[in-house]
């Protein structure tokens, strides 16, 4: 906790100084004032359980204390928590087997009853606000991975999909670091070329052959990502496999490394 509240101030600052940038500076009071008018008609609220709350787009003290946020000790590469410090740059046993396609990985949360409900109201339930405050968490997960240049890149949904949903909720984390951080995101350069069903109740195996040449970088927009740094968003790491199957057509294009942040990791 007391790493994730200076950062918090810092990336609101950043936002501001960007925001300040865009709206102009006579545009900015009358901002301000017009989101305090909304804000005596509908106070904030915590965006888990709904209490009053002082800023919009957090969680209260209780909700805050029950959510399961990551950080070290982990794994150098993947972000699996260790138990006690084992020193600078160790590996868990995946990573020293080397099993996976991505350079670095980090997720905000652990996958757990604290969580779930808001995550699946954020992707299924059209509650896009979420993106705003999911988008803090992970900034801060992975910080390292923002500390190069790179282009973040959301896992995309398959048209029809993204149509029966109204938004692809990775984009929306994806652009939403890019307002945080000031690299740039590209929505539209991966895409899915193959409607795959769900992942749901499938294994590692099984969802590795579900989305196998799902997804394709887009010809025409080839060069956006040739030789470039990825990072690749998504809302929840499950087996990785979706992740596996993106980084394979990233890296096909001729992508640089790719790394992989989400906001929650099944543990
Ligand atoms: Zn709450
Ligand atoms: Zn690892």
Not at 29 to 42: N, S, T
Request: a positive charge; hydrophobic letters at 45%.
């Amino acid at each position: 906790m007391f790493l994730v509240l200076p950062c918090h101030q810092y990336l609101a600052e950043k936002a501001g100084e960007r925001g300040d940038s865009m709206i102009g500076s006579l545009g900015r009071p009358a901002l301000h004032l017009g989101r305090r008018l909304f804000d005596l008609v509908l106070p904030p609220r915590c965006k888990k359980c709904g209490a009053l709350v002082v800023e919009d787009d957090g969680l209260c003290a209780e909700c805050w204390s029950a959510v399961t946020f990551l950080g070290p000790p982990w794994c150098d590469r993947c972000g699996l928590p260790f138990d006690y410090d084992v020193g600078a740059g160790a590996l868990c046993g995946d990573c020293v087997r080397g099993a996976s396609l991505f350079e670095l990985a980090r997720s905000a949360l652990a996958y757990d009853d604290a969580c779930r409900e808001m995550i699946l109201r954020f992707k299924h339930g059209g509650d896009e606000t979420l993106s705003r405050l999911f988008a803090r968490w992970m900034a801060i997960a992975g910080a390292e991975l923002f500390a190069e240049p790179a282009v973040i890149v959301p896992v995309p949904l398959h048209p029809w999909r993204r149509i029966r949903r109204r938004f692809n909720q990775s984009a929306l984390l994806a652009a939403e670091l890019s307002r945080l951080t000031g690299l740039a995101d590209d929505p539209l350069s991966l895409v899915r070329v193959k409607r795959t069903p769900s992942q749901g109740g499938l294994g590692k195996s099984a969802r590795t052959l579900n989305v196998r040449g799902a997804f394709a970088v887009d010809p025409g927009r080839r060069e956006r990502i040739v030789g470039r740094r990825i990072i690749l968003v998504d809302d929840v790491w499950t087996s990785g496999a979706t992740a596996e199957a993106c980084i394979r057509a990233c890296r096909k294009a001729g992508s640089g490394p790719v790394s992989l942040l989400t906001v929650a990791r099944v543990m």
